[in-house]
């Protein structure tokens, strides 16, 4: 019977069959008949993006998330109301390994909708809207106590072969056994975990298409800008969502020159017409000559965001493909060789295992501090929210796409092979499971017709450029904090 309650406890908290010990205690007290009726109830059913391989994601049926107040009671149920897909969830879908995702596995890092539910021990009011941080974390550990939320202990506490020392990153949705394999948020449904603390409440006049990008893309970018200052020369390698809008954090930042290194010529359209920054294609120049010719003392602050699984030289190519590498140095040589003496380098890039080829020899000539590391998303949240409420910040510029959540397989077939300009999905679940397909299509298209000339509407004002681009009225004001010489004061 405890093999069964085990079981089932599993499926409940909606990441695999890996639990904390707290979770461990609170199923040994589960009693038989909650079991039973927990059984019932995982026959409902919603739609989700599930991982059946490499390459291959399919929108299927699967169970809802369920609440157990025994069980969850610091979570909260959410009806999505929209969720993405970017560079994360293709790193996700071409490369399995590197998140040790399996079969069944739903994706999504990035979404937010409605509280539909609370346990009993949940302050958030249901009914509440609200977005919910990729990185998830208890507020009770010492590293949460110490905003250091991506640090917590809690929500991922495995240890890897070979560690004696807990080193373990913080529980993250969507990203398989590697982040706690906790179901991610491309479905109708989520449940998230300590839900005081990974749902950040948004006011009603804050667009989703805003709003959605405060679960991960904003954060993470400001966290990249971190060692930025005013004046500074700054160079982003990779314009994907993160990269492109740590260039927007780093003009807010006050940063005098700002260069965007990608081999995507539509990304660098972006950066050179919408924000108005220096542009180069490693396809095309090379690209530390390229730096020297614009900025002969060097940056002040280079930030890789770029694709780390992606080898450009013959030589790691071959590395990785036989298994003698699991990420290439290219991109981090490059940063290295175009920074001043007592620069500072940011990855914010999805390294995994070991590279060969490291330049230690540049690191220590140069004086170079690298700081790594997930966004303390938890830490950084009212700040971003601020800038997004008083227009400072209008992230929609990257968005490429306005899909719904049945169209994600093709969608994630056009982002990993960057066809037709796809750089950021954005996805809206269709009307609630209730509507079954085949069901009221009446329904279903006024949703559609209504969202998209609302979408057409919303986006008049972001085909402008950055410097041009009309002022947002502040109509609820967030108390925040606001650092007085850079993202650095954060930290």
Request: glycine share 8%; hydrophobic share 35%.
């Amino acid at each position: 019977m405890m093999n069964a309650a085990a079981n089932i406890a599993g499926k409940l908290f909606g990441h695999g069959s890996g639990t904390t010990n707290e979770d461990a205690t609170m199923q040994e007290n589960t009693s038989e008949s909650t079991i039973q009726e927990s059984e019932a109830n995982l026959a409902r059913k919603m739609n989700a993006v599930v991982y059946h391989g490499k390459g291959d994601v399919r929108y299927e049926k699967v169970p809802k998330p369920i609440m157990v107040d025994t069980i969850h009671g610091k979570d909260a149920l959410i009806r999505v109301t929209a969720t993405s897909i970017d560079g994360i969830d293709v790193a996700a879908y071409n490369n399995s390994q590197l998140l040790g995702l399996v079969n069944g596995d739903i994706l999504g890092h990035e979404f937010m909708g409605i509280v539909e539910e609370v346990g009993i021990d949940v302050l958030l009011p249901v009914g509440s809207r609200v977005v919910v941080s990729l990185n998830i974390s208890c507020g009770e550990c010492d590293y949460c106590k110490s905003k250091l939320f991506s640090a917590c202990s809690k929500t991922n506490p495995r240890l890897t072969p070979g560690q004696v020392i807990d080193a373990q990153t913080c529980g993250a949705f969507g990203l398989g056994p590697r982040f706690g394999r906790y179901q991610g948020g491309q479905a109708e449904y989520v449940r998230v975990p300590f839900a005081d603390v990974n749902c950040l409440p948004i006011p009603d006049d804050v667009m989703d298409e805003k709003a959605l990008l405060l679960s991960n893309v904003i954060p993470t970018a400001y966290h990249a800008c971190r060692n930025v200052r005013e004046g500074d020369v700054v160079g982003i390698w990779g314009m994907g969502p993160v990269g492109l809008c740590a260039a927007r954090w780093c003009q807010v930042l006050g940063a005098k020159r700002i260069i965007g290194i990608s081999g995507t010529e539509d990304r660098l359209d972006i950066a050179r017409n919408r924000l108005g920054i220096d542009a180069i294609n490693y396809n095309t120049d090379n690209v530390t000559e390229r730096i020297a010719e614009l900025e002969q003392r060097g940056l002040d602050v280079a930030i890789d965001a770029a694709n780390p699984g992606a080898p450009k030289s013959t030589s790691h190519k071959l590395q990785r493909a036989l298994g003698l590498e699991a990420s290439a140095p290219e991109v981090i040589t490059e940063c290295v060789m175009s920074l001043r003496k007592f620069g500072n380098l940011t990855l914010i890039a999805g390294y995994d295992g070991t590279i060969n080829g490291f330049p230690i020899l540049e690191f220590e000539r140069r004086h170079i501090n690298m700081t790594i590391g997930l966004s303390p998303t938890q830490k950084l949240w009212h700040y971003c929210l601020s800038k997004v409420v008083d227009g400072t910040f209008d992230p929609r510029y990257v968005i490429s796409h306005y899909m719904s959540l049945a169209e994600a397989p093709e969608a994630y077939k056009k982002l990993a092979a960057h066809e037709d300009g796809f750089i950021k999905v954005f996805l809206r679940p269709e009307p609630p499971s209730a509507i079954e397909p085949g069901e009221q299509p009446d329904q279903v298209d006024a949703y559609r017709q209504s969202s998209e000339a609302r979408l057409q509407s919303e986006m008049e004002v972001v085909d402008t450029p950055m410097e041009v681009q009309r002022e947002v009225q502040v109509t609820e004001t967030v108390q925040v904090q606001v650092p007085p010489q850079g993202a650095s004061e954060y930290y």
